[in-house]
């Protein structure tokens, strides 16, 4: 019996339903006592939709399920009689599909959703959550856009966006004399936007990009890529891609023995699993920003230690920050007695994260979290101590500097910025 169906099983509750051209979806009622009356329709419904089954999936998925599960779990504890139902839906990376699913979602009553981590679904969720006034809380979005020129009063990043992740690593970099950047990016809203955030970031302290090129979403060859970052000159080959892109890039790197050349590879966006799929011994040496990362910390292996047991794997930064949203978006629902959009967003707003991700942090302005990141390097094989623990942590990027000031936000929602 696998953990989903153990999760049926205990609570008897699971109900299934399938929407023709769109996906299977699961709806999950965790308590049964009837709601507050001012919660609409005597639920509270929320959505996870990510990448199920396809390129991204590791990093989130059905992880980030289990993580929205545990969440609403402790959540019971606290408030037993708020009834919740979980949906989940795989939106197969197409912004079409993920934006056909979320509108019949909000036209059927779903409160929330989150997760999303792909940034060209996560701008035509924005889009929606706009237009309905419904909350959407992203966890691997990295475009900046979301909570830039295109934000939204109802739309909350809750991990982090390509600023965080390139601004780290190029400072450290260029400082160290790496100052010469070729990029390997994915092919769509979010790679492109990493590339442009990089090249930005590479101007203000001194580095130059010599080049870049785009690949397709799930492609497998990246031999041609490679191969014009070996002969650009660049001291530094920095892949903006994730998840599978990045561990078939990286494989192919040490396949081609470029790790014994000159150039230092980064991985502007990387994940425990991307790591746990690679191995050490292709992964060694990698550089790359986390958001939050299982080992911290008594809290945080406290949590791993309930997730691995119903996943079989360490959660990731992004299934950590769906379990932070969720509890955090409950909370706030609990605290007014109300789902109205508007009310728990200032709910949220006025209270500070009370958990195990990022204790302390508050929305901006922009409607971005604001909390600490960690500059972290893979182990060697043999500084491997114990499963999972792949990461040196080599320094805290604290808040005060991890993000962009808001003074330059381009965000409407910041005032003084142009509506």
């Known amino acids: 019996m696998n953990h989903d169906q ?3 099983s205990r609570r008897g509750l699971l109900r299934a339903f399938w929407i023709s051209g769109v996906g299977a979806l699961t709806a999950l009622a965790l308590a049964a006592t009837p709601a507050a009356a001012e919660i609409s329709d005597g639920v509270v419904r929320i959505g996870i939709i990510n990448d199920q089954s396809g390129p991204l999936s590791d990093l989130s ?5 289990v993580a929205a599960k545990l969440a609403i779990e402790d959540f019971r504890k606290r408030s037993p009689d708020i009834k919740v139902e979980l949906l989940v839906a795989d939106h197969q990376n197409k912004a079409d599909v993920g934006a056909q699913i979320v509108r019949r979602w909000f036209s059927e009553g779903v409160d929330m959703v989150a997760d999303i981590g792909n940034s060209a679904v996560a ?7 706009r237009e309905k006034n419904k909350l959407v809380m992203y966890s691997a979005v990295g475009t900046v856009e979301i ?5 939204a009063p109802t739309g909350l990043a809750w991990l982090h966006d390509n600023y965080n992740l390139v601004a780290g690593p190029i400072r450290k970099l260029v400082g160290q004399g790496q100052d010469k950047w070729f990029f390997i990016a994915a092919d769509y809203a979010f790679g492109r936007n990493m590339v442009a955030e990089s090249e930005r970031m590479l101007g203000t302290v001194g580095g130059i990009s010599v080049g870049s090129v785009f690949h397709p979403l799930g492609n497998a060859d990246y031999s041609s890529f490679l191969l014009q970052a070996q002969s650009s000159g660049a001291k530094v080959v920095a892949f ?9 890039s990286i494989k192919q790197w040490n396949e081609f023995n470029m790790n014994a050349g000159p150039q230092t590879p980064v991985a502007l966006l990387m ?7 690679m191995g050490l011994e292709m992964a060694k040496g990698l550089t790359g920003v986390t958001a939050w990362y299982w080992d911290l910390n008594d809290n945080t292996r406290a949590f791993a230690k309930r997730f691995y047991a119903l996943h079989g794997a360490m959660p990731t930064a992004p299934q ?4 932070s949203a969720v509890f955090h978006y409950l909370k706030a629902v609990a605290a007014i007695n109300s789902d109205d959009t508007d009310r728990v967003i200032e709910k949220m707003r006025a209270t500070p994260v009370d958990d195990f991700y990022a204790p302390g942090a508050r929305l901006r302005a922009d409607n971005k979290l604001i909390h600490d990141f960690y500059l972290v390097q893979v182990k060697e094989p043999k500084e491997l101590e114990k499963p999972w623990a792949y990461y040196k942590v080599l320094e805290t990027i604290t808040a005060d500097v991890a993000y962009r000031p808001l003074s330059e936000s381009d965000c409407p929602l910041v005032a003084g910025k142009p509506k």
């Open 61 to 65: 998925g059905k992880g980030s399920v």
């Open 123 to 129: 701008l035509a969720i924005q889009s929606l959550g």
């Open 271 to 277: 994940f425990l699993t991307d790591i746990h799929g």
């Open 6 to 8: 153990g999760m049926r």
């Open 240 to 248: 903006a891609n994730a998840g599978e892109q990045l561990v078939s």
């Open 147 to 151: 909570t830039g020129k295109q934000c």
């Open 320 to 323: 950590a920050a769906v379990y």
